[in-house]
């Protein structure tokens, strides 16, 4: 039975995440990524398909690469397949490729690194108008940011670290050291930035609080000297807040 | 009493157009963008105004210069006025600047120029993604088109014309000359144009049919060399369609 990896792009608006739930009592099922998805496979194939995705982002996250596989019995041509599925996929859901990969692909152990971006918009309403028709993946801030240091604190960002500051206390996770590859702050305009972050994996909230916390370098609460100090302590309390859910878009993922 | 002038943004997804509507029974009235931004300014001014705008945009057409303009008693610091406005507008309609404008000021009568974008994804969707994120002011064809016909039919379209064929049927226009100052379509993408159209003056429907008779052009139905012919004609039947509002966007208006 063929196995389909599918490169998928979405706005996370109206999406309760990727992850299909099952709400306690008989109301409709929540609207998310994977649920609207693996319906829609079912429909094209006639036939019941299990789909894992590798990322579960957040409610309200978007997504221009995530990636999810599935198997099916049918084998059905890819273009063919891809453009069934947009058909009736709805608008704010795509997908953007498709593939056949190896019998035990899986999406999340598979992959080898990611890429994420946070679009901030900076500086209060009066001479900061939120970019209106980027508004539903732009996060605002009113607080006017200064882009140098928060570039020099990126810096610091990259490389094997623990990120035990940067994830929620109870994570539950055996280890919180990961490596990121780069993480590079870039000003699109004099009052929208962006952070581009990749690495080999992240923990829960991850490039939230690094967005947190570099909002909090640009505002000159914390200083980019700070940054091994924050690694040291191992404590959700050394970083910046957890950035909203509307600025982060989930851009690749890689896989051998 | 002070005279305003306002430059509004607005997505037209939401909105019934620009112009204010009273439904004809005791419902709720439609939500406009003038309508809503006159509310706006009452609340802020606590006082009656009445609201003029420069162009009437159709339902579901975008704007980023609107412009419109009002009276009031007070005088209120442009700075903080716009900043009040936007405080209080839906975040789908923005005030990008406020001036301060002579007592005779006519945002329809004195207008100079105007400036329009269309954006038009074209190609069937097998191989053509509209733009997930940008797919509210897109519209869309699955017709594949070629670009370099469209741009030398949209030289022709330059200069003053009678353009009784770009608008519709019994439109109760004295004159139906106008002068088109610039018309470019520029590929963005092999599967994204964008068709922008400047002149002294437009007629209604004007920007989406020539939107439509240039995607014509671009799938060899119409000719470069016919748009003479299509001039002469003086008919609504000699044009190709009126494109969908979503694809269209008021850029900007000048004044002297």
């Known amino acids: ?18 992850q299909k739930q099952h709400p306690p009592t008989q109301e409709e099922p929540m609207r998310t990524a994977q649920g609207v998805l693996e319906e829609t496979i079912r429909h094209v ?38 453009a069934a599925l947009n058909t009736h996929l709805p ?21 080898i690194a ?37 570039q020099e604190a990126a810096q610091c960002i990259i490389g094997e670290h623990d990120f035990a500051s940067f994830t929620r206390r109870n994570h539950g996770r055996e280890s919180t050291i990961r490596t990121v590859h780069d993480c590079t702050v870039t000003a699109t305009t ?14 829960y909230n991850m490039v939230r609080i690094i967005a947190g916390t570099l909002m909090e370098v640009g505002r000159g609460h914390i200083s980019p000297t700070d940054l091994p100090r924050i690694f040291e302590a191992k404590d ?20 051998p």
Not at 114 to 128: D, F, I, P, S, V
Not at 190 to 203: E, P, Q
Request: proline share 6%; with cysteine; glycine share 8%.
């Open 1 to 18: 039975m063929p196995r389909y990896k599918l490169t998928i792009a979405y706005e996370g608006t109206d999406f309760y995440g990727w």
């Open 45 to 82: 194939f006639r036939e019941p398909v299990r789909l894992v995705g590798a990322s579960r982002t957040d409610s309200g996250v978007h997504a221009r690469g995530q990636v999810a596989a599935f198997t099916a019995e049918k084998e059905l041509d890819l273009a063919r397949l891809t």
């Open 91 to 111: 608008d704010d859901l795509q997908v953007v490729k498709a593939s056949i990969v190896h019998d035990d692909f899986n999406p999340i152990s598979n992959a």
């Open 114 to 150: 990611k890429g994420y971006r946070y679009r901030l918009a900076h500086g209060r309403k009066l001479e900061n108008l939120p970019p209106l028709f980027d508004r539903r993946i732009t996060a605002r801030t009113p607080h006017l940011l200064d882009v140098a240091p928060m």
């Open 190 to 203: 004099s009052r929208l930035l962006r952070i581009d972050v990749s690495g080999n994996g992240f923990l």
């Open 236 to 255: 959700r309390g050394a970083t910046g807040p957890t950035l909203p859910a509307e600025g982060l878009c989930l851009m690749w993922i890689q896989y």
